[in-house]
């Protein structure tokens, strides 16, 4: 009676086999050209956006009187305060491509809920990283996904989220509103907003995914500056470590800025 038991519980009522079980319900891998082509898309904006809006005006009076405001966006990645180097630059617009995207790609707290964002830090900061690490966080990913709401359908974490963007965004062009161009766009704010909102989606899509991707802002050669971050797999679906980093999307590297 038993191995009946066990024989009926793989079928389903019309005695076929179950297909999959209960883990084809959870979010599914997106081919790496639908993975490629969406940040890319979003990064592509962030781009346009500058060329649009900004222009490379020399501001070097700027610096000190700018120098809160735009220490607000300073990013990792650069050599020196954003604000001497932006005063030197010969083309502060690459700069603000650069901010831009950092701030669009690499702030998970502004655009997914904590419950997405909490774990994986503790995770990366604990000095004795559990060595199946990637591949529990591979199925935590996934399960998460599934039985938390989105984020889109989370209307008390939405109304957050576009408050947090809204001021993101205004920061943002009050920081650079030396460098507006001659002739910016009169909806340049709702269209930064636009950007926010599709750079959220895409941190979601990236979120769910078994294979853990991630950005590339190593700028090579030394000196140089990275204006858009490249995109690298870097586990397999069950994630498990590539034995090299599965290269997405190239970034754009600048050597003079």
Known sequence: MSDYYVKRSMTNASGERRRGGWQEHLPQSLDDDTVRRRVKTVLDQAAVHVE???????????????????????????????????????????????????????????????????????????????????????????????????????????????????????????????????????????????????AADVAYMLFSQPSAIEYDWAARPDGALVSLPGLHKLTDESGSPLPYAHVLLLPVVVSSF
Not at 70 to 84: C, I, S, Y
Not at 134 to 150: C, E, I, K, N
Not at 162 to 181: H, K, T
Request: proline share 10%.
């Open 52 to 198: 649009n809006n900004f222009g490379d005006i020399s501001k070097a009076e700027e610096e000190e009187r700018e120098s809160d405001a735009l220490a607000a966006f300073q990013t990792p990645h650069l050599p020196a305060p954003l604000a001497r180097l932006i005063a030197q630059s010969r083309r502060p617009t690459l700069l603000i491509k650069h901010v831009l995207a950092y701030h669009l790609v690499a702030s998970p707290d502004l655009l997914l809920p904590p419950t997405m964002t909490e774990l994986p830090r503790v995770v990366d900061h604990r000095p004795d990283r559990p060595r199946a690490a990637s591949q529990a966080l591979s199925h935590w990913r996934r399960l998460t996904a599934y039985l938390y709401p989105a984020p889109a359908a989370d209307p008390a974490f939405l109304a957050h989220r576009n408050d947090c963007i809204e001021d993101q965004v205004d920061r943002f062009l009050g920081a650079f509103q030396p460098w507006l161009s001659s002739n910016p766009a009169a909806d340049r704010r709702q269209n930064l907003i636009a950007i926010f909102h599709a």
